[in-house]
């Protein structure tokens, strides 16, 4: 990518910038081929960016610190694809990432780091990115880290609000419901590559079962759009079960998942599914209120989950 209007050249000695997860709530994989998804920000787990100028040339160095432990190999690549492509200089950088969204759960890390990164270095270069030009650049890395992504990770880790993808667009999902979602980490760590590939080898091994899957995916994405927005969350939970036994079916899903899905729904929630790519990761569960919440949240402690993160939605995005 060629920004427009810059040479690349560094203006200042520092730049920051920050990011924050997200969980989507149905679409994944399927998205990849054509079908339409829902996701959302996660405000409360964020990534912060500072990129600083060194004295010495040299190659540029990554620091992470904070909860979220140490910046995985197969995301490094991509952030230095990304500096090379805004730098055109020589200038050796520090890149100091801060933040607490868990590494492999689904949640958009290397994403949330990559447009945090992206945000920085336009800082440093005092150049303003149009929402377009921050999308390609956080692209880049997310290629370079997953093989193929979607760019529902790209756009979601800047939104204010939920996203409905489809046609290659993607737009703000007024929210109708009144409603607490739980995203609950499994405490295993898994590879959006992996589980990509995995389901590309289903489709190429089994006739009919990509159209089968993007078909199924594509009605319960649309089914819930018209829920959440008509504020029928009844209609969304049940949308959620039913997602988690699609994805199941083609071997996403994992033994401690499927028994956190049924705890969950034993606690009252409306429903539950696996969330992001798979093979481990967070599971996601809509209550029906902030008290609801907390029994489903203790009901998943109680099943294995090592972390729990609640995102309210409606009337209780303020009161919780």
């Known amino acids: 990518m060629r920004l427009a209007t810059r040479t690349g050249q560094?203006?200042?000695?520092?730049?920051?910038?920050?990011?924050?997860?997200?969980?989507?709530?149905?679409?994944?994989?399927?998205?990849?081929?054509?079908?339409?998804?829902?996701?959302?920000?996660?405000?409360?787990?964020?990534?912060?960016?500072?990129?600083?100028?060194?004295?010495?040339?040299?190659?540029?160095?990554?620091?992470?610190?904070?909860?979220?432990?140490?910046?995985?190999?197969?995301?490094?690549?991509?952030?230095?694809?990304?500096?090379?492509?805004?730098?055109r200089d020589d200038q050796r950088l520090e890149v100091v990432l801060r933040g607490d969204i868990p590494i492999g759960r689904g949640l958009g890390s290397s994403a949330a780091s990559a447009r945090a990164?992206?945000?920085?270095?336009?800082?440093?270069?005092?150049?303003?990115?149009?929402?377009?030009?921050?999308f390609d650049l956080v692209q880049i890395a997310e290629n370079i880290a997953h093989g193929r992504a979607s760019g529902v990770d790209a756009l979601t880790t800047g939104a204010r609000l939920p996203l409905l993808f489809e046609n290659g667009t993607a737009g703000e999902l007024h929210?109708?419901?009144?409603?607490?979602?739980?995203?609950?980490?499994?405490?295993?760590?898994?590879?959006?590559?992996?589980?990509?590939?995995?389901?590309?080898?289903?489709?190429?091994?089994?006739?009919?079962?990509?159209?089968?899957?993007?078909?199924?995916?594509?009605?319960?994405?649309?089914?819930a759009?018209?829920?959440f927005a008509a504020g029928d969350?009844?209609?969304?939970?049940?949308?959620?079960t039913e997602c988690h036994a699609v994805l199941r079916d083609l071997g996403l899903s994992t033994s401690l998942i499927d028994v956190?899905?049924?705890?969950?729904?034993e606690a009252g929630a409306l429903g539950a599914k696996i969330s992001g790519g798979g093979l481990g990761g967070c599971l996601i569960a809509l209550a029906g209120d902030p008290q609801r919440a907390e029994e489903v949240g203790r009901a998943l402690r109680a099943t294995g989950a090592v972390r729990i993160w609640c995102v309210p939605v409606g009337r209780w995005r303020h009161d919780c």
């Open 10 to 87: 560094l203006r200042g000695s520092t730049g920051v910038g920050r990011a924050h997860a997200k969980a989507i709530l149905l679409g994944e994989h399927a998205v990849l081929y054509g079908s339409p998804a829902l996701a959302m920000p996660v405000p409360a787990l964020t990534v912060s960016a500072r990129v600083e100028r060194l004295a010495d040339n040299g190659a540029t160095t990554f620091l992470l610190a904070g909860s979220s432990g140490r910046t995985p190999i197969y995301a490094v690549g991509g952030l230095r694809q990304v500096v090379r492509t805004m730098i």
């Open 175 to 223: 929210c109708g419901i009144d409603g607490v979602f739980v995203l609950a980490d499994s405490g295993v760590a898994s590879r959006t590559r992996n589980a990509v590939a995995l389901v590309r080898s289903i489709f190429e091994r089994e006739t009919g079962a990509r159209e089968r899957f993007v078909s199924k995916v594509s009605g319960l994405v649309r089914s």
């Open 117 to 134: 990164l992206v945000l920085a270095l336009a800082d440093l270069l005092d150049h303003d990115l149009d929402q377009r030009q921050v």
């Open 233 to 240: 969350a009844d209609g969304l939970g049940s949308a959620l």
């Open 260 to 265: 956190m899905t049924e705890a969950a729904r």
């Open 225 to 227: 759009a018209k829920d």
